[in-house]
């Protein structure tokens, strides 16, 4: 019984989440109203107060759970050098944006949540400028400008993905993503950078 309760949990916290990701693709939060969410999920308000006290406590409490499953990867891929080691970790993390398309697609959109992009960021940059630190020991003045800039065109690469009508894996997305910062970082710190191995399993050539 347990088991079949906390099915029917998932399934309606999966259909209130679906339906907050799809009126933020039309109006910000604050727009947005109980009553207006529960109609467009076809739900009991009553259903929805037994999760959640409002859309704020909703929004802030599917953030902490992303945040979280970020979190734990970080803890999984302890820091090394970039080189291809690394390639797990950018996996990981395009398998949880996959797995949450719908959400963060709307919080990374026009009426998303900024200060939530930032915490993303704050985690992410924390882990990754160790590893950059590690592999560059010698260009450490400059790796806040390089990282500022892989981030950016990450950031820019995932918002395309995340609002394309396309089949590209997480597994794809990852691994050009991969090969576009060891290409910048390349150009920007010639005789620093590591070799690059190529990586197996693409769905298509990749740029060197």
């Known amino acids: ?18 339906g907050l990701a799809k009126l933020m693709q039309e109006k910000s939060i604050k727009e947005i109203t109980v009553k207006e969410l529960v109609e467009e999920v076809d ?17 802030s409490t599917i953030e902490e759970e992303l945040l979280e499953e970020i979190r734990q ?17 950018i996996e990981d993390i395009f398998q949880i944006l996959a ?12 009426n998303g949540d900024i200060a939530f992009i930032h915490r ?10 160790n590893v950059l630190r590690r ?31 396309t089949d590209e894996t997480p597994q794809y997305m990852a691994q050009l993503t991969f090969r ?4 910048a970082l390349r150009h920007m710190y010639p005789d620093n950078t590591p070799s690059q191995t190529p990586l197996s399993g693409s769905k298509s050539p990749l740029p060197d």
């Open 1 to 18: 019984m347990k088991e079949k309760t906390d099915r029917r949990i998932r399934k309606t916290k999966s259909q209130l989440r679906a």
């Open 73 to 89: 990867t970080i803890q999984n891929h302890p820091v090394s050098p970039f080189n291809e080691s690394s390639f797990p970790f």
């Open 120 to 129: 993303i960021e704050n985690l992410i940059s924390t882990h990754s400028l």
């Open 135 to 165: 592999t560059f020991p010698d260009t450490i003045e400059d790796l806040k400008y390089s990282y500022s800039f892989c981030l950016s065109g990450c950031i820019g690469l995932v918002k395309t993905w995340l609002t394309s009508d």
């Open 99 to 110: 797995e949450n398309k719908d959400i963060c697609s709307a919080l990374l959109g026009p």
């Open 43 to 59: 739900i009991n308000r009553s259903t929805f107060y037994l999760h959640y006290t409002d859309i704020f406590n909703m929004l």
């Open 180 to 183: 576009l910062i060891m290409n």
